[in-house]
C-alpha cells in the first residue's frame, strides 16, 4: 500500500551481530537477495571472519580528512577480504567500513566492476564527499538484462546506505540541471520555505536528514556573531567551494546542500547565530516552528 506521496513502504532488516548498536550489523530488505555488512574498522578483525567479506561484491570505506569533511572510497574484489586486508594496512583516513554483495554469491566480476564505477559515479554527483580513488573507472559493458538486474540492486543498496550512516550517494533535486548519467536519490519533498533578508535570500526544506537548502542562495558575506560550531560549518563550505563570492557583500551556495539543521542553515548564510525555527518562513508567512507545532496538535500545517 502506498502512501499520499505515492511511495510505497518496504520492510527493512537490521541484525546486530553481537547484539550491540555500535557492532558489526547487516541490514537487507524484503525480496531482494543482496545484503550489506556494517562495521566500525576497531571491528574488522570480527568483520572479516564473516562470509560476506569473502564474496564477490562492492564496499564503500568511510572518514574524514584533515579538513573535517567526510571522504570515502569505493571499491570491488572478487573476494572483498583480500581487498580489504589491503585497505586495513595502507589507508589511514577511513573509519567505517560498508560490504555490499548477496546472500547466494550470485554476483560475478563483471557486476561488481559494473557497481564500483556507477557508485563513483553517483558520489561524484552528489558531492558530499571527498573520493579517495584516485581514477574514476569508466562504466564497463553489462548485457542488458545484466545491466537492468544490477540497477535493480543498485536501486535497493541506495536505500539502505542512508540508515547505516552512509548518505553519501543522493544525489539532492535542485533548481537547475537534473542528471542523466547517475542514478538519483532526491530529496524527500517536504514544506517549501524562505529565508530573506536585505542580503540574504534562500529557499529550504525541512526533511528527515536535516535542512536542504536549494543551490543558488544568497547570503552575508560579513561574519557577526556566531557560534564557533556555525563558523566552522561555514569555513567549511567555503573551502569546498559550496559557498563562494558573490560581489562584495554576499555569497552563494552553489549546490543544494543538507545543514544539520534549520538553525544552522539559518546562522551560515545570515552569518550570525539565528533560531532557524523562526527565521524560515513558509510561503504564508508562517514560521516553520508555527507549523511544527500546528503538526503536534494535528492541524493542517
Not at 580513488?133 to 538484462?145: C, I, K, R, V
Not at 553519501?168 to 542528471?179: M, R
Not at 529565508?195 to 536549494?214: S, W
Not at 525555527?277 to 513558509?282: A, F, G, Q
Amino acid at each position: 500500500m502506498s502512501n499520499a506521496s505515492g511511495a510505497r513502504g518496504v520492510t527493512v532488516r537490521i541484525f546486530l551481530i553481537d547484539g550491540t548498536p555500535q557492532g558489526l550489523r547487516t541490514v537487507d530488505r524484503t525480496g531482494w537477495t543482496g545484503t550489506c555488512l556494517t562495521f566500525a574498522r576497531p571491528g574488522y578483525a570480527e568483520a572479516r571472519q564473516r562470509p560476506e567479506v569473502k564474496r564477490t561484491g562492492v564496499y564503500v570505506l568511510v572518514g574524514r580528512d584533515e579538513n573535517d569533511t567526510p571522504r570515502l572510497y569505493v571499491g570491488e574484489g572478487d573476494e572483498v577480504r583480500v581487498r580489504l586486508d589491503n585497505h586495513h594496512r595502507e589507508k589511514d583516513f577511513w573509519s567505517q567500513g560498508y560490504v555490499l554483495t548477496t546472500k547466494d554469491d550470485s554476483l560475478n566480476k563483471a557486476h561488481v566492476r559494473w557497481l564500483e564505477a556507477r557508485l563513483l559515479q553517483i558520489a561524484m554527483e552528489a558531492g558530499t564527499a571527498t573520493l579517495d580513488n584516485g581514477t574514476a573507472p569508466q562504466l564497463p559493458y553489462l548485457s542488458e538484462p545484466d545491466q537492468a538486474d544490477m540497477e535493480w540492486y543498485l536501486e535497493n543498496a541506495l536505500t539502505l546506505l542512508p540508515m547505516v550512516g552512509a548518505p553519501y550517494f543522493e544525489i539532492l533535486e535542485s533548481s537547475s540541471a537534473t542528471s542523466e548519467t547517475a542514478v538519483a536519490v532526491a530529496a524527500p519533498e517536504g514544506s517549501t520555505y524562505f529565508l530573506k533578508t536585505v542580503l540574504t535570500e534562500a529557499t529550504g526544506r525541512d526533511d528527515p536528514r536535516g535542512f536542504t537548502v536549494i543551490e543558488g542562495a544568497y547570503g552575508r558575506k560579513e561574519k557577526k556573531v556566531m557560534s564557533r560550531g556555525y563558523e566552522a560549518q561555514r569555513d567549511r563550505l567555503i573551502a569546498d567551494g559550496i559557498l563562494v563570492d558573490h560581489g562584495t557583500e554576499q555569497v552563494r551556495l552553489t549546490r543544494t546542500h543538507i545543514f544539520d539543521s534549520p538553525s544552522s542553515a539559518a546562522s551560515v548564510l545570515s552569518g550570525g547565530s539565528k533560531n532557524g525555527r523562526d527565521e524560515w518562513k513558509d510561503a504564508y508567512g508562517r514560521t516553520l516552528k508555527q507549523n511544527q507545532e500546528r503538526a503536534t496538535e494535528g492541524a493542517a500545517p
